[in-house]
């Protein structure tokens, strides 16, 4: 007890002759010290490759933080063998003899893209490709010149990093495709009939009649008569003739972007009524006219594949049909669908028909027409032939913008009249000054000469 007194005066005292007190410092901070001596550096070594790394320093010890992203092994004091084996990011770290810390390197692991960049080098030359690793992956960046290369870098890069591409190129050149579509449809028609009639008056006011009349309305009659004693007697020659010819001439043109689809219509809308559950009936309408459908590929340089779907329609009502007070027009339809690759400015006739109908018929009196020379006055002769022929054409074109001074419209030069022009010269229109440059030229030709959506 008197021990414990005598301590604690002590201490008292001390406190009041103003010893400064020690501060304790943490037994961790005097356990645990971070060592940093030594250059860090980084070290790329390819997966499933080796490198032989050489220190400045001899060393005693050798530690790899993650055995699973790369091996090491020692060839002696100061060379160091390293194996890359899977993708990623370790620490090696190098002790000398007494213990202390040479240095710590850092060992990236990454696809070994050599021998990946002279594939590419050889399979697509003069491509601006870059190739870099990230993490287990590759990224490939640049500009190539078409979708198809594009498509060939990344099917060569999966064969060396499986489902891990990354893919940041573009495609350069001109990616826009301009398709002119000309339909054209010419039908022909001729049609020929000839007709004889004979017919004979007696004494008493009979009548008989003999021969066969052209069908259809004759255009031409010649009438023979002359009597014999109290008998008359008449021949009536009957012939018809006809021909009609049918052009028609479409020309739809239509822009796309590489890969994208365009449509075009030109016509209308057709109301079909459809009969629905519960007695209802609903309208729906059904396009006619020139459609267009296509999806153009910029394959590679000027080479274009083309889907295509193309068609020209039109309202029939010699073919429709009656549904109680409702009439339904039938509809003339000409289609093609097909897939075509061309170069640029090459044209394809995708389609074409040739129809040709011919039929003729022959009526006369039994006996009399099968008399020479004579049986034709008792024969009607019917003969009508149509011949349809159908092209359509495609030619696809590269085209980049242009300014909106460049292009043309049918509607330039032309300017509603005053009423000075219409009332007194009758004047329905009014030239405008032409623009300059290249819409003012197009401006400048008549009717019949192109227009501004036609670009050389």
Do not use: C
Not at 150 to 170: G, H, I, K, S, W
Not at 275 to 285: M, R, Y
Not at 406 to 422: C, F, G, I, M, Q
Request: aromatic share 6%; charged share 20%; glycine share 8%.
């Amino acid at each position: 007890m008197t021990y414990r007194r005598f301590i604690g005066a002590a201490l008292i005292g001390l406190a009041v002759a103003g010893v400064p007190t020690l501060t304790p410092v943490p037994a961790q901070a005097e356990a645990l010290r971070v060592v940093r001596n030594g250059t860090e550096s980084v070290l790329n070594v390819p997966m499933n490759r080796a490198v032989v790394v050489e220190s400045d320093t001899a060393f005693a010890e050798l530690s790899i933080a993650n055995p699973a992203i790369a091996d090491i092994s020692s060839l002696s004091d100061r060379s160091i063998y390293v194996l890359g084996k899977a993708p990623g990011a370790t620490t090696l770290t190098l002790l000398d003899a007494s213990g202390r810390l040479i240095t710590n390197v850092e060992v990236r692991v990454a696809p070994d893209i050599s021998e990946f960049k002279e594939r590419l080098r050889q399979i697509l030359p003069g491509e601006k490709i870059e190739v870099r690793t990230a993490n287990d992956g590759i990224v490939i960046s640049g500009t190539v010149s078409s979708a198809q290369r594009l498509q060939r870098a990344l099917d060569l890069a999966q064969r060396y990093a499986p489902e891990r591409v990354t893919n940041l190129m573009t495609v350069g050149g001109v990616q826009q495709v301009m398709l002119k579509v000309r339909f054209a449809e010419v039908q022909r028609s001729v049609s020929k009939a000839l007709a004889a009639q004979f017919s004979s008056t007696g004494a008493r006011g009979l009548t008989s009649t003999l021969g066969a009349t052209a069908s259809g309305t004759a255009t031409s009659n010649i009438n023979f008569g002359f009597d014999i004693g109290s008998v008359e007697l008449n021949l009536l020659l009957q012939a018809l003739e006809t021909k009609g010819v049918v052009r028609s001439l479409a020309e739809p043109n239509l822009i796309a972007l590489s890969g994208q689809e365009a449509k075009f219509l030109a016509g209308g809308e057709y109301p079909i009524p459809v009969s629905q559950d519960g007695g209802t009936v609903t309208v729906e309408f059904k396009p006619f006219g020139v459609e267009l459908n296509f999806i153009p590929r910029v394959v590679d340089g000027d080479l274009i594949n083309l889907e295509l779907q193309a068609a020209v329609s039109s309202i029939d009502s010699s073919n429709g049909y009656d549904i109680g007070e409702i009439t339904i027009d039938a509809f003339k339809r000409r289609e093609t669908s097909t897939t075509v690759e061309l170069r640029d400015g090459e044209s394809f006739a995708v389609a074409g028909l040739l129809q040709d109908d011919f039929q003729d018929s022959n009526s006369q009196v039994p006996w009399l027409g099968d008399i020479p020379v004579l049986g034709a006055l008792f024969r009607s002769t019917d003969y009508q032939r149509a011949q349809s022929e159908l092209v359509i054409i495609v030619t696809a074109h590269l085209v980049t913008p242009t300014r909106g001074e460049a292009l043309a419209l049918p509607t330039d030069r032309v300017k509603p009249p005053s009423e000075k022009d219409l009332f007194l010269f009758g004047r329905v229109a009014k030239e405008k000054a032409p623009k300059r440059g290249a819409a003012g030229e197009v401006a400048k030709q008549d009717f019949s000469g192109s227009y501004g959506y036609v670009l050389d």
